[in-house]
C-alpha cells in the first residue's frame, strides 16, 4: 500500500447518504419512485449482465451472500467466481476504499468466457485487460487508473479541481453521476469526465434494455429526475446536492477546495420547492413536468 493509498484508507469516511425533503408531499410523491428505481436497477442487475449489457458483474459480498448467490445462479447462463489475491494484487485494480470491508469477498458474476478472460487478465496482473473485460471504455480505463495512483480517485474531481471554477452544464450522463448515491446506479464505473460518449451510451443501452423488459414507466420517471436542475457542491469528504424536492450529502473523495457544479436542468418537478436561490427559482428556461 502506498503512502497516499494508506492515507485515505486512514481517513475515508465510512459509506453513508443522508436525505432531506422539501415537504412531506414531495416526499411522498417522489420517494416511492425512487426506490422503485433504486430496487429496480439493484434487481435488474444481474439479467442485464445475462444479456450482456453488462460484460461482468463485480460484488463485494460477505461469504454467505456468495454462496446463496451461486446456489440462485446454479440454473442460469452465468458463472460466479471468487476473485482473490493479495491485498497488494487487488489495490492494482481496486481503490483501497472499495477493500475496505476484509470479511467481504470479491465476486466475479457473468459468462463463463468473459469470467475466465477476467480471471486470466488478473493473475498476469494485467489491469487495463481486466478493465476494459468488465466494460469500462479506453478513456475511462485510463483516468481511473492515474486515480488509483493520487489521493482522488474519481475522475470528475480532479478534472474540475484542475479548472479551479464552478462549473454550469447541462448533461444527463452529469446528472446520473450525482444521483448514484442514492441507488440510482446505472454502471459499474466512474465515468472519466461527464461527456464521456461511450458512457453515455453505456446509460443508453440500459435504459433501452430496462424499457424493451417492459419497465417503460420507470424509464420515464429516470429521465424525469435526469432532467432536473441541480446544485452540488464538495469539500472534505462531504457533497451536498440540492434538488427541487431534497437534499442529501454522502461521502465522497477528500478534497482541500471547494468543488461546485451547477446543472441547469430543463424541467422542474412536480412539487419541487419555489425559492429565491438556485435550483428552487424556476426561470424562464425550465418548464414544470407532470410526471
Known sequence: MTIEQQMIYETHLHDFCRISWVSEEAKAYWYPRIQCLTTLFQNQAI??????????????????????????LQESSLKINHLRGTRKKLL????????????????????????????????KSDSNKFLEIIGMPICCIKSYLEGLQTTIY???????????????????????????????????YEPCFFDCQQSEQNINNVINTLIDKGYNQEMLWLKEILSWP????????????????????YNIDATAKKVELIITGSNYPKLGAKGLAFPYRINHSIKEAIA
Do not use: C
Request: aromatic content about 8%; overall charge neutral; glycine content about 4%.
Open 47 to 72: 439479467a442485464l449482465t445475462s444479456k450482456e449489457v453488462f460484460p461482468l458483474l463485480i460484488k463485494r459480498l460477505y461469504p454467505h451472500e456468495a454462496d446463496e448467490l451461486s446456489e440462485q
Open 92 to 123: 492494482e485494480i481496486f481503490p483501497v476504499t472499495f477493500l475496505n470491508d476484509q470479511v467481504k469477498e470479491t465476486i466475479l458474476i457473468g459468462k463463463k468466457k468473459h469470467v475466465d478472460q477476467a480471471l486470466d487478465a488478473f493473475n
Open 154 to 188: 474519481n475522475g470528475l474531481l480532479r478534472t474540475i479541481l484542475k479548472e479551479q471554477k464552478k462549473k454550469e452544464l447541462n448533461n444527463q450522463l452529469l446528472s446520473y453521476l450525482l444521483y448514484k448515491p442514492l441507488g440510482l446506479d446505472l454502471l459499474q
Open 230 to 249: 441541480i446544485s452540488w457542491s464538495g469539500l472534505h469528504g462531504i457533497a451536498e446536492v440540492k434538488t427541487p424536492i431534497n437534499k442529501f450529502m
